[in-house]
């Protein structure tokens, strides 16, 4: 198996365990109700912002939000067939990539 593959089964395994404890916490309450630090400064100087924190994390949702709306039909699809909260996949993709801005 080449190290690509490799690198592909590792992500695979990591986020079946990742799906796992997700489903378990959303039963109990929800992503919505996990606290957060936010961003650091360093992620929040993507796009120069003055602020750290939930701050920072809130304003760049709102800077992705237009580019993620492409996403919504997906996410709620995918979310739907794998018991994970489309907030906390829209969440990842944002930060990930900037909803594919990056």
Same mark, same amino acid.
């Given at each position: 198996m080449g190290i690509k593959a490799q690198r592909e089964l590792s992500v695979l395994h990591s986020l079946s365990n990742f799906k796992e404890?997700?489903?378990?916490?959303n039963k109990?309450?929800?992503?919505?109700?996990?606290?957060? %630090? &936010?961003?650091?400064?360093t992620t929040s100087q993507q796009d120069r912002?003055?602020? %750290? &924190?939930v701050e920072a994390s809130h304003t760049m949702a709102q800077t992705d939000r237009e580019r993620m709306a492409k996403y919504r039909s997906k996410i709620i699809s995918v979310g739907g067939q794998s018991g994970i909260e489309p907030a906390l996949i829209a969440?990842?993709?944002?930060?990930?990539?900037?909803a594919?801005?990056?």
């Open positions: 404890t997700i489903r378990r916490d109990q309450n929800g992503v919505m109700s996990v606290e957060t %630090s &936010g961003a650091s400064w912002l003055g602020c %750290s &924190g969440a990842i993709i944002s930060r990930e990539s900037r594919g801005n990056h």
